[in-house]
């Protein structure tokens, strides 16, 4: 008999230790971080998408930026809360950081420059990401390949004359 009390003392007390410790599968912790190039800006909003993916690219509109000429720059933004699951997905900035790019050799532009002047090309409505972004040096143009992160349209291939930049 008391074996028995002493093995149902031991289950009762590794299943409540068990209970309680796990978070729900929704929530999201606070402080993540996300990176990407910013694809649109609106007011005190930028939508930050990471490099392409076979499915796309990940976008997320990030609130609370201070204003300020974002189109085209690579960011890293880390999150202050919770991250809302919706798609884009959406959060509330809690720091941003320009990445600087590397000088492309030959090119007066450097890429976040490119892809700002691109970026007011195109129609960005449905969330584009990056597919690539290359400098061709013979023809003195940057050749800048975007996707549509939300439809399966294909391609879209813009080409930005090098030359000095202002903004």
Same mark, same amino acid.
């Given at each position: 008999?008391?074996? *028995?009390? +002493?093995? +149902?003392?031991?289950?009762?007390?590794?299943?409540?230790? /068990?209970?309680?410790?796990?978070?729900? =599968?929704?929530?999201?912790?606070?402080?993540?971080?996300?990176?990407?190039?910013?694809?649109? #800006? #609106?007011?005190?909003?930028?939508?930050?998408?990471?490099?392409?993916?076979?499915?796309?690219?990940?976008?997320?509109?990030?609130?609370?930026?201070?204003?300020?000429?974002?189109?085209?720059?690579?960011?890293?933004?880390t999150i202050d809360g919770p $991250?809302?699951?919706?798609?884009?997905? /959406? =959060?509330?900035?809690?720091?941003?950081?320009? #990445?600087?790019?590397?000088?492309?050799?030959?090119?007066?532009?450097?890429?976040? #420059?490119?892809? =700002?002047?691109? +970026?007011?090309?195109?129609?960005?409505?449905? =969330?584009?990401?990056?597919?690539?972004?290359?400098?061709?040096?013979?023809?003195?143009? *940057?050749?800048?390949?975007?996707?549509?992160?939300?439809?399966?349209?294909?391609?879209?291939? $813009?080409?930005?004359?090098?030359?000095?930049?202002?903004?």
């Amino acid at each position: 008999m008391k074996k *028995w009390g +002493l093995l +149902l003392l031991l289950l009762i007390v590794g299943c409540s230790s /068990q209970e309680g410790t796990e978070e729900p =599968a929704d929530k999201q912790p606070d402080n993540d971080t996300f990176s990407g190039y910013v694809m649109d #800006q #609106q007011e005190n909003s930028i939508l930050v998408v990471d490099k392409i993916e076979n499915n796309g690219g990940s976008p997320i509109w990030i609130t609370g930026v201070e204003k300020d000429m974002w189109l085209g720059k690579f960011v890293e933004v880390t999150i202050d809360g919770p $991250v809302a699951e919706s798609y884009p997905m /959406q =959060a509330e900035a809690g720091e941003v950081s320009v #990445q600087e790019p590397e000088d492309t050799e030959g090119a007066d532009l450097n890429e976040n #420059q490119a892809l =700002a002047s691109a +970026l007011s090309e195109v129609d960005r409505g449905n =969330a584009l990401a990056v597919e690539s972004m290359t400098y061709d040096k013979d023809q003195d143009q *940057w050749v800048i390949k975007m996707r549509s992160t939300v439809t399966e349209s294909g391609t879209e291939k $813009v080409m930005v004359p090098d030359r000095n930049f202002e903004g």
